[in-house]
């Protein structure tokens, strides 16, 4: 299918739901709104929009996509649960959980989605907006974050039409994600094992599992296992300095509670110390305070607990060093 030269942009509007599904069908490329962040979404099951999404956002072919589906019955027909993933499925969907499972020997989802991996990426989002797509189009949408390859992820619809105008075909805006910060991802496999921190905490996630789950190693990060979890990923191109304590001439600066003084810019992630309001905020600042072309970006501390460890980690990659092409 050929690429549309003009994005259309759609508001929530009651049909606004058919109209992505519509375009899904026609193997089209849809942002769609989720809870944590925008998706890109396509035909999971169609392999040249798959290829045509992978190009818009300038992504490596190896990195493999979410299938997100509207129910746990859904998630079944592409994926094999063992009984730590029907716990998780059954505490944290709809939610901000993704699970890492084996491909089901009958499961449509391209090869090319999931990176001819045997496993499958799969997540039931909690978004009214998203799950009416899900359930007008009737198939697996694989949806990445709506960004271009190395961008902070996009959590408004202003966001995504910066990085991909005129590269998609569809916009839903359904307004600001509530979240802001991705799904957490969750292995499932044999021992489960974080492979991202995300917007859901890792304490529920133990508490329901009744012990510890794992942390992928720096180095399992970097391999096939979890692909996407690259050092330098969500970028800004303004270097960032983490953990300030005080302000350096020309620098602007992301605060955290009281900010610091001596900043040319402030914008602060959250007055009240809010862990959940800082994390909504974070891509969205981190972009306009890229967009000023300071000689810096001072980040001030953040608690690592609950959901801080997302932040912490989306902040620790968009401090490392460039090394993506
Ligand atoms: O909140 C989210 O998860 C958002 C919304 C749109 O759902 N999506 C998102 O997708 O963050 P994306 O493509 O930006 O990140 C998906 C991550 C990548 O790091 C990828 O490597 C990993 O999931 N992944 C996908 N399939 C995998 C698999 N079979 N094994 C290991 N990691 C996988
Ligand atoms: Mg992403």
């Known amino acids: 299918m ?19 599904a519509e375009c899904l069908e026609r193997g089209g490329l849809v942002a769609l709104p989720t809870e944590t962040v925008y ?33 746990i019955d859904a998630a079944r027909q592409i994926a094999v ?42 997540r039931v989002p909690d978004h009214a907006l998203a799950r009416a797509i899900l359930r007008a189009f009737g198939k697996p949408i694989v949806a990445p974050s709506a960004n ?24 839903v805006d359904g307004g600001p994600t509530p979240l802001g910060i991705e799904s957490t991802i969750v292995a499932c496999l044999d021992e489960p094992t974080i492979l991202r921190p995300g917007g859901l905490a890792r304490a ?6 009744g012990r510890e789950p794992a942390q992928a190693s720096e180095t399992a990060e970097q391999s096939p296992l979890a692909p996407g979890m690259l050092e330098s990923h969500y970028a800004p191109r303004t270097r960032l300095r983490l953990d ?12 955290f509670g009281t900010p610091l003084t001596g900043a040319k810019a402030t914008l602060n992630l959250s007055e ?42 989306r902040l620790r990659r968009a401090a490392a060093p460039k090394t993506l092409p």
Request: aromatic share 4%.
């Open 2 to 20: 050929q690429v549309l030269s003009k994005t259309r942009l759609i508001k929530a509007v009651p049909g606004a739901a058919h109209a992505a």
């Open 39 to 71: 998706g890109l979404g396509a035909d999971a099951t169609n392999g040249q929009a798959v290829a045509r999404l992978y190009d818009a956002k300038g992504r490596p072919a190896f990195n493999p996509l979410i299938a997100h589906v509207p129910d």
């Open 81 to 122: 649960f063992n009984a730590d993933a029907e716990a998780l499925a059954a505490a944290f969907w709809p939610g901000p959980l993704t699970l890492v499972l084996p491909r089901a020997t009958a499961c449509p989802v391209s090869e090319l989605a999931t990176a001819g991996l045997d496993t499958i990426a799969v």
């Open 148 to 171: 271009i390859s190395g961008h902070v992820s996009a959590t408004t619809a202003a966001h995504v039409a910066t990085d991909l105008d005129g590269r998609i075909d569809l916009i």
């Open 204 to 209: 529920d996630i133990a508490a329901t599992l």
């Open 244 to 255: 300030a304590k005080s302000v350096e001439p020309d620098e602007v600066l992301l605060a």
């Open 272 to 313: 009240d110390s809010d862990l959940a309001e800082a994390a909504a905020n974070l891509f969205g600042y981190l972009r306009q305070l890229d967009a000023i072309g300071a000689a810096g970006i001072a980040v001030m501390p953040i608690p690592h607990e609950g959901l801080g460890e997302a932040i912490n980690d």
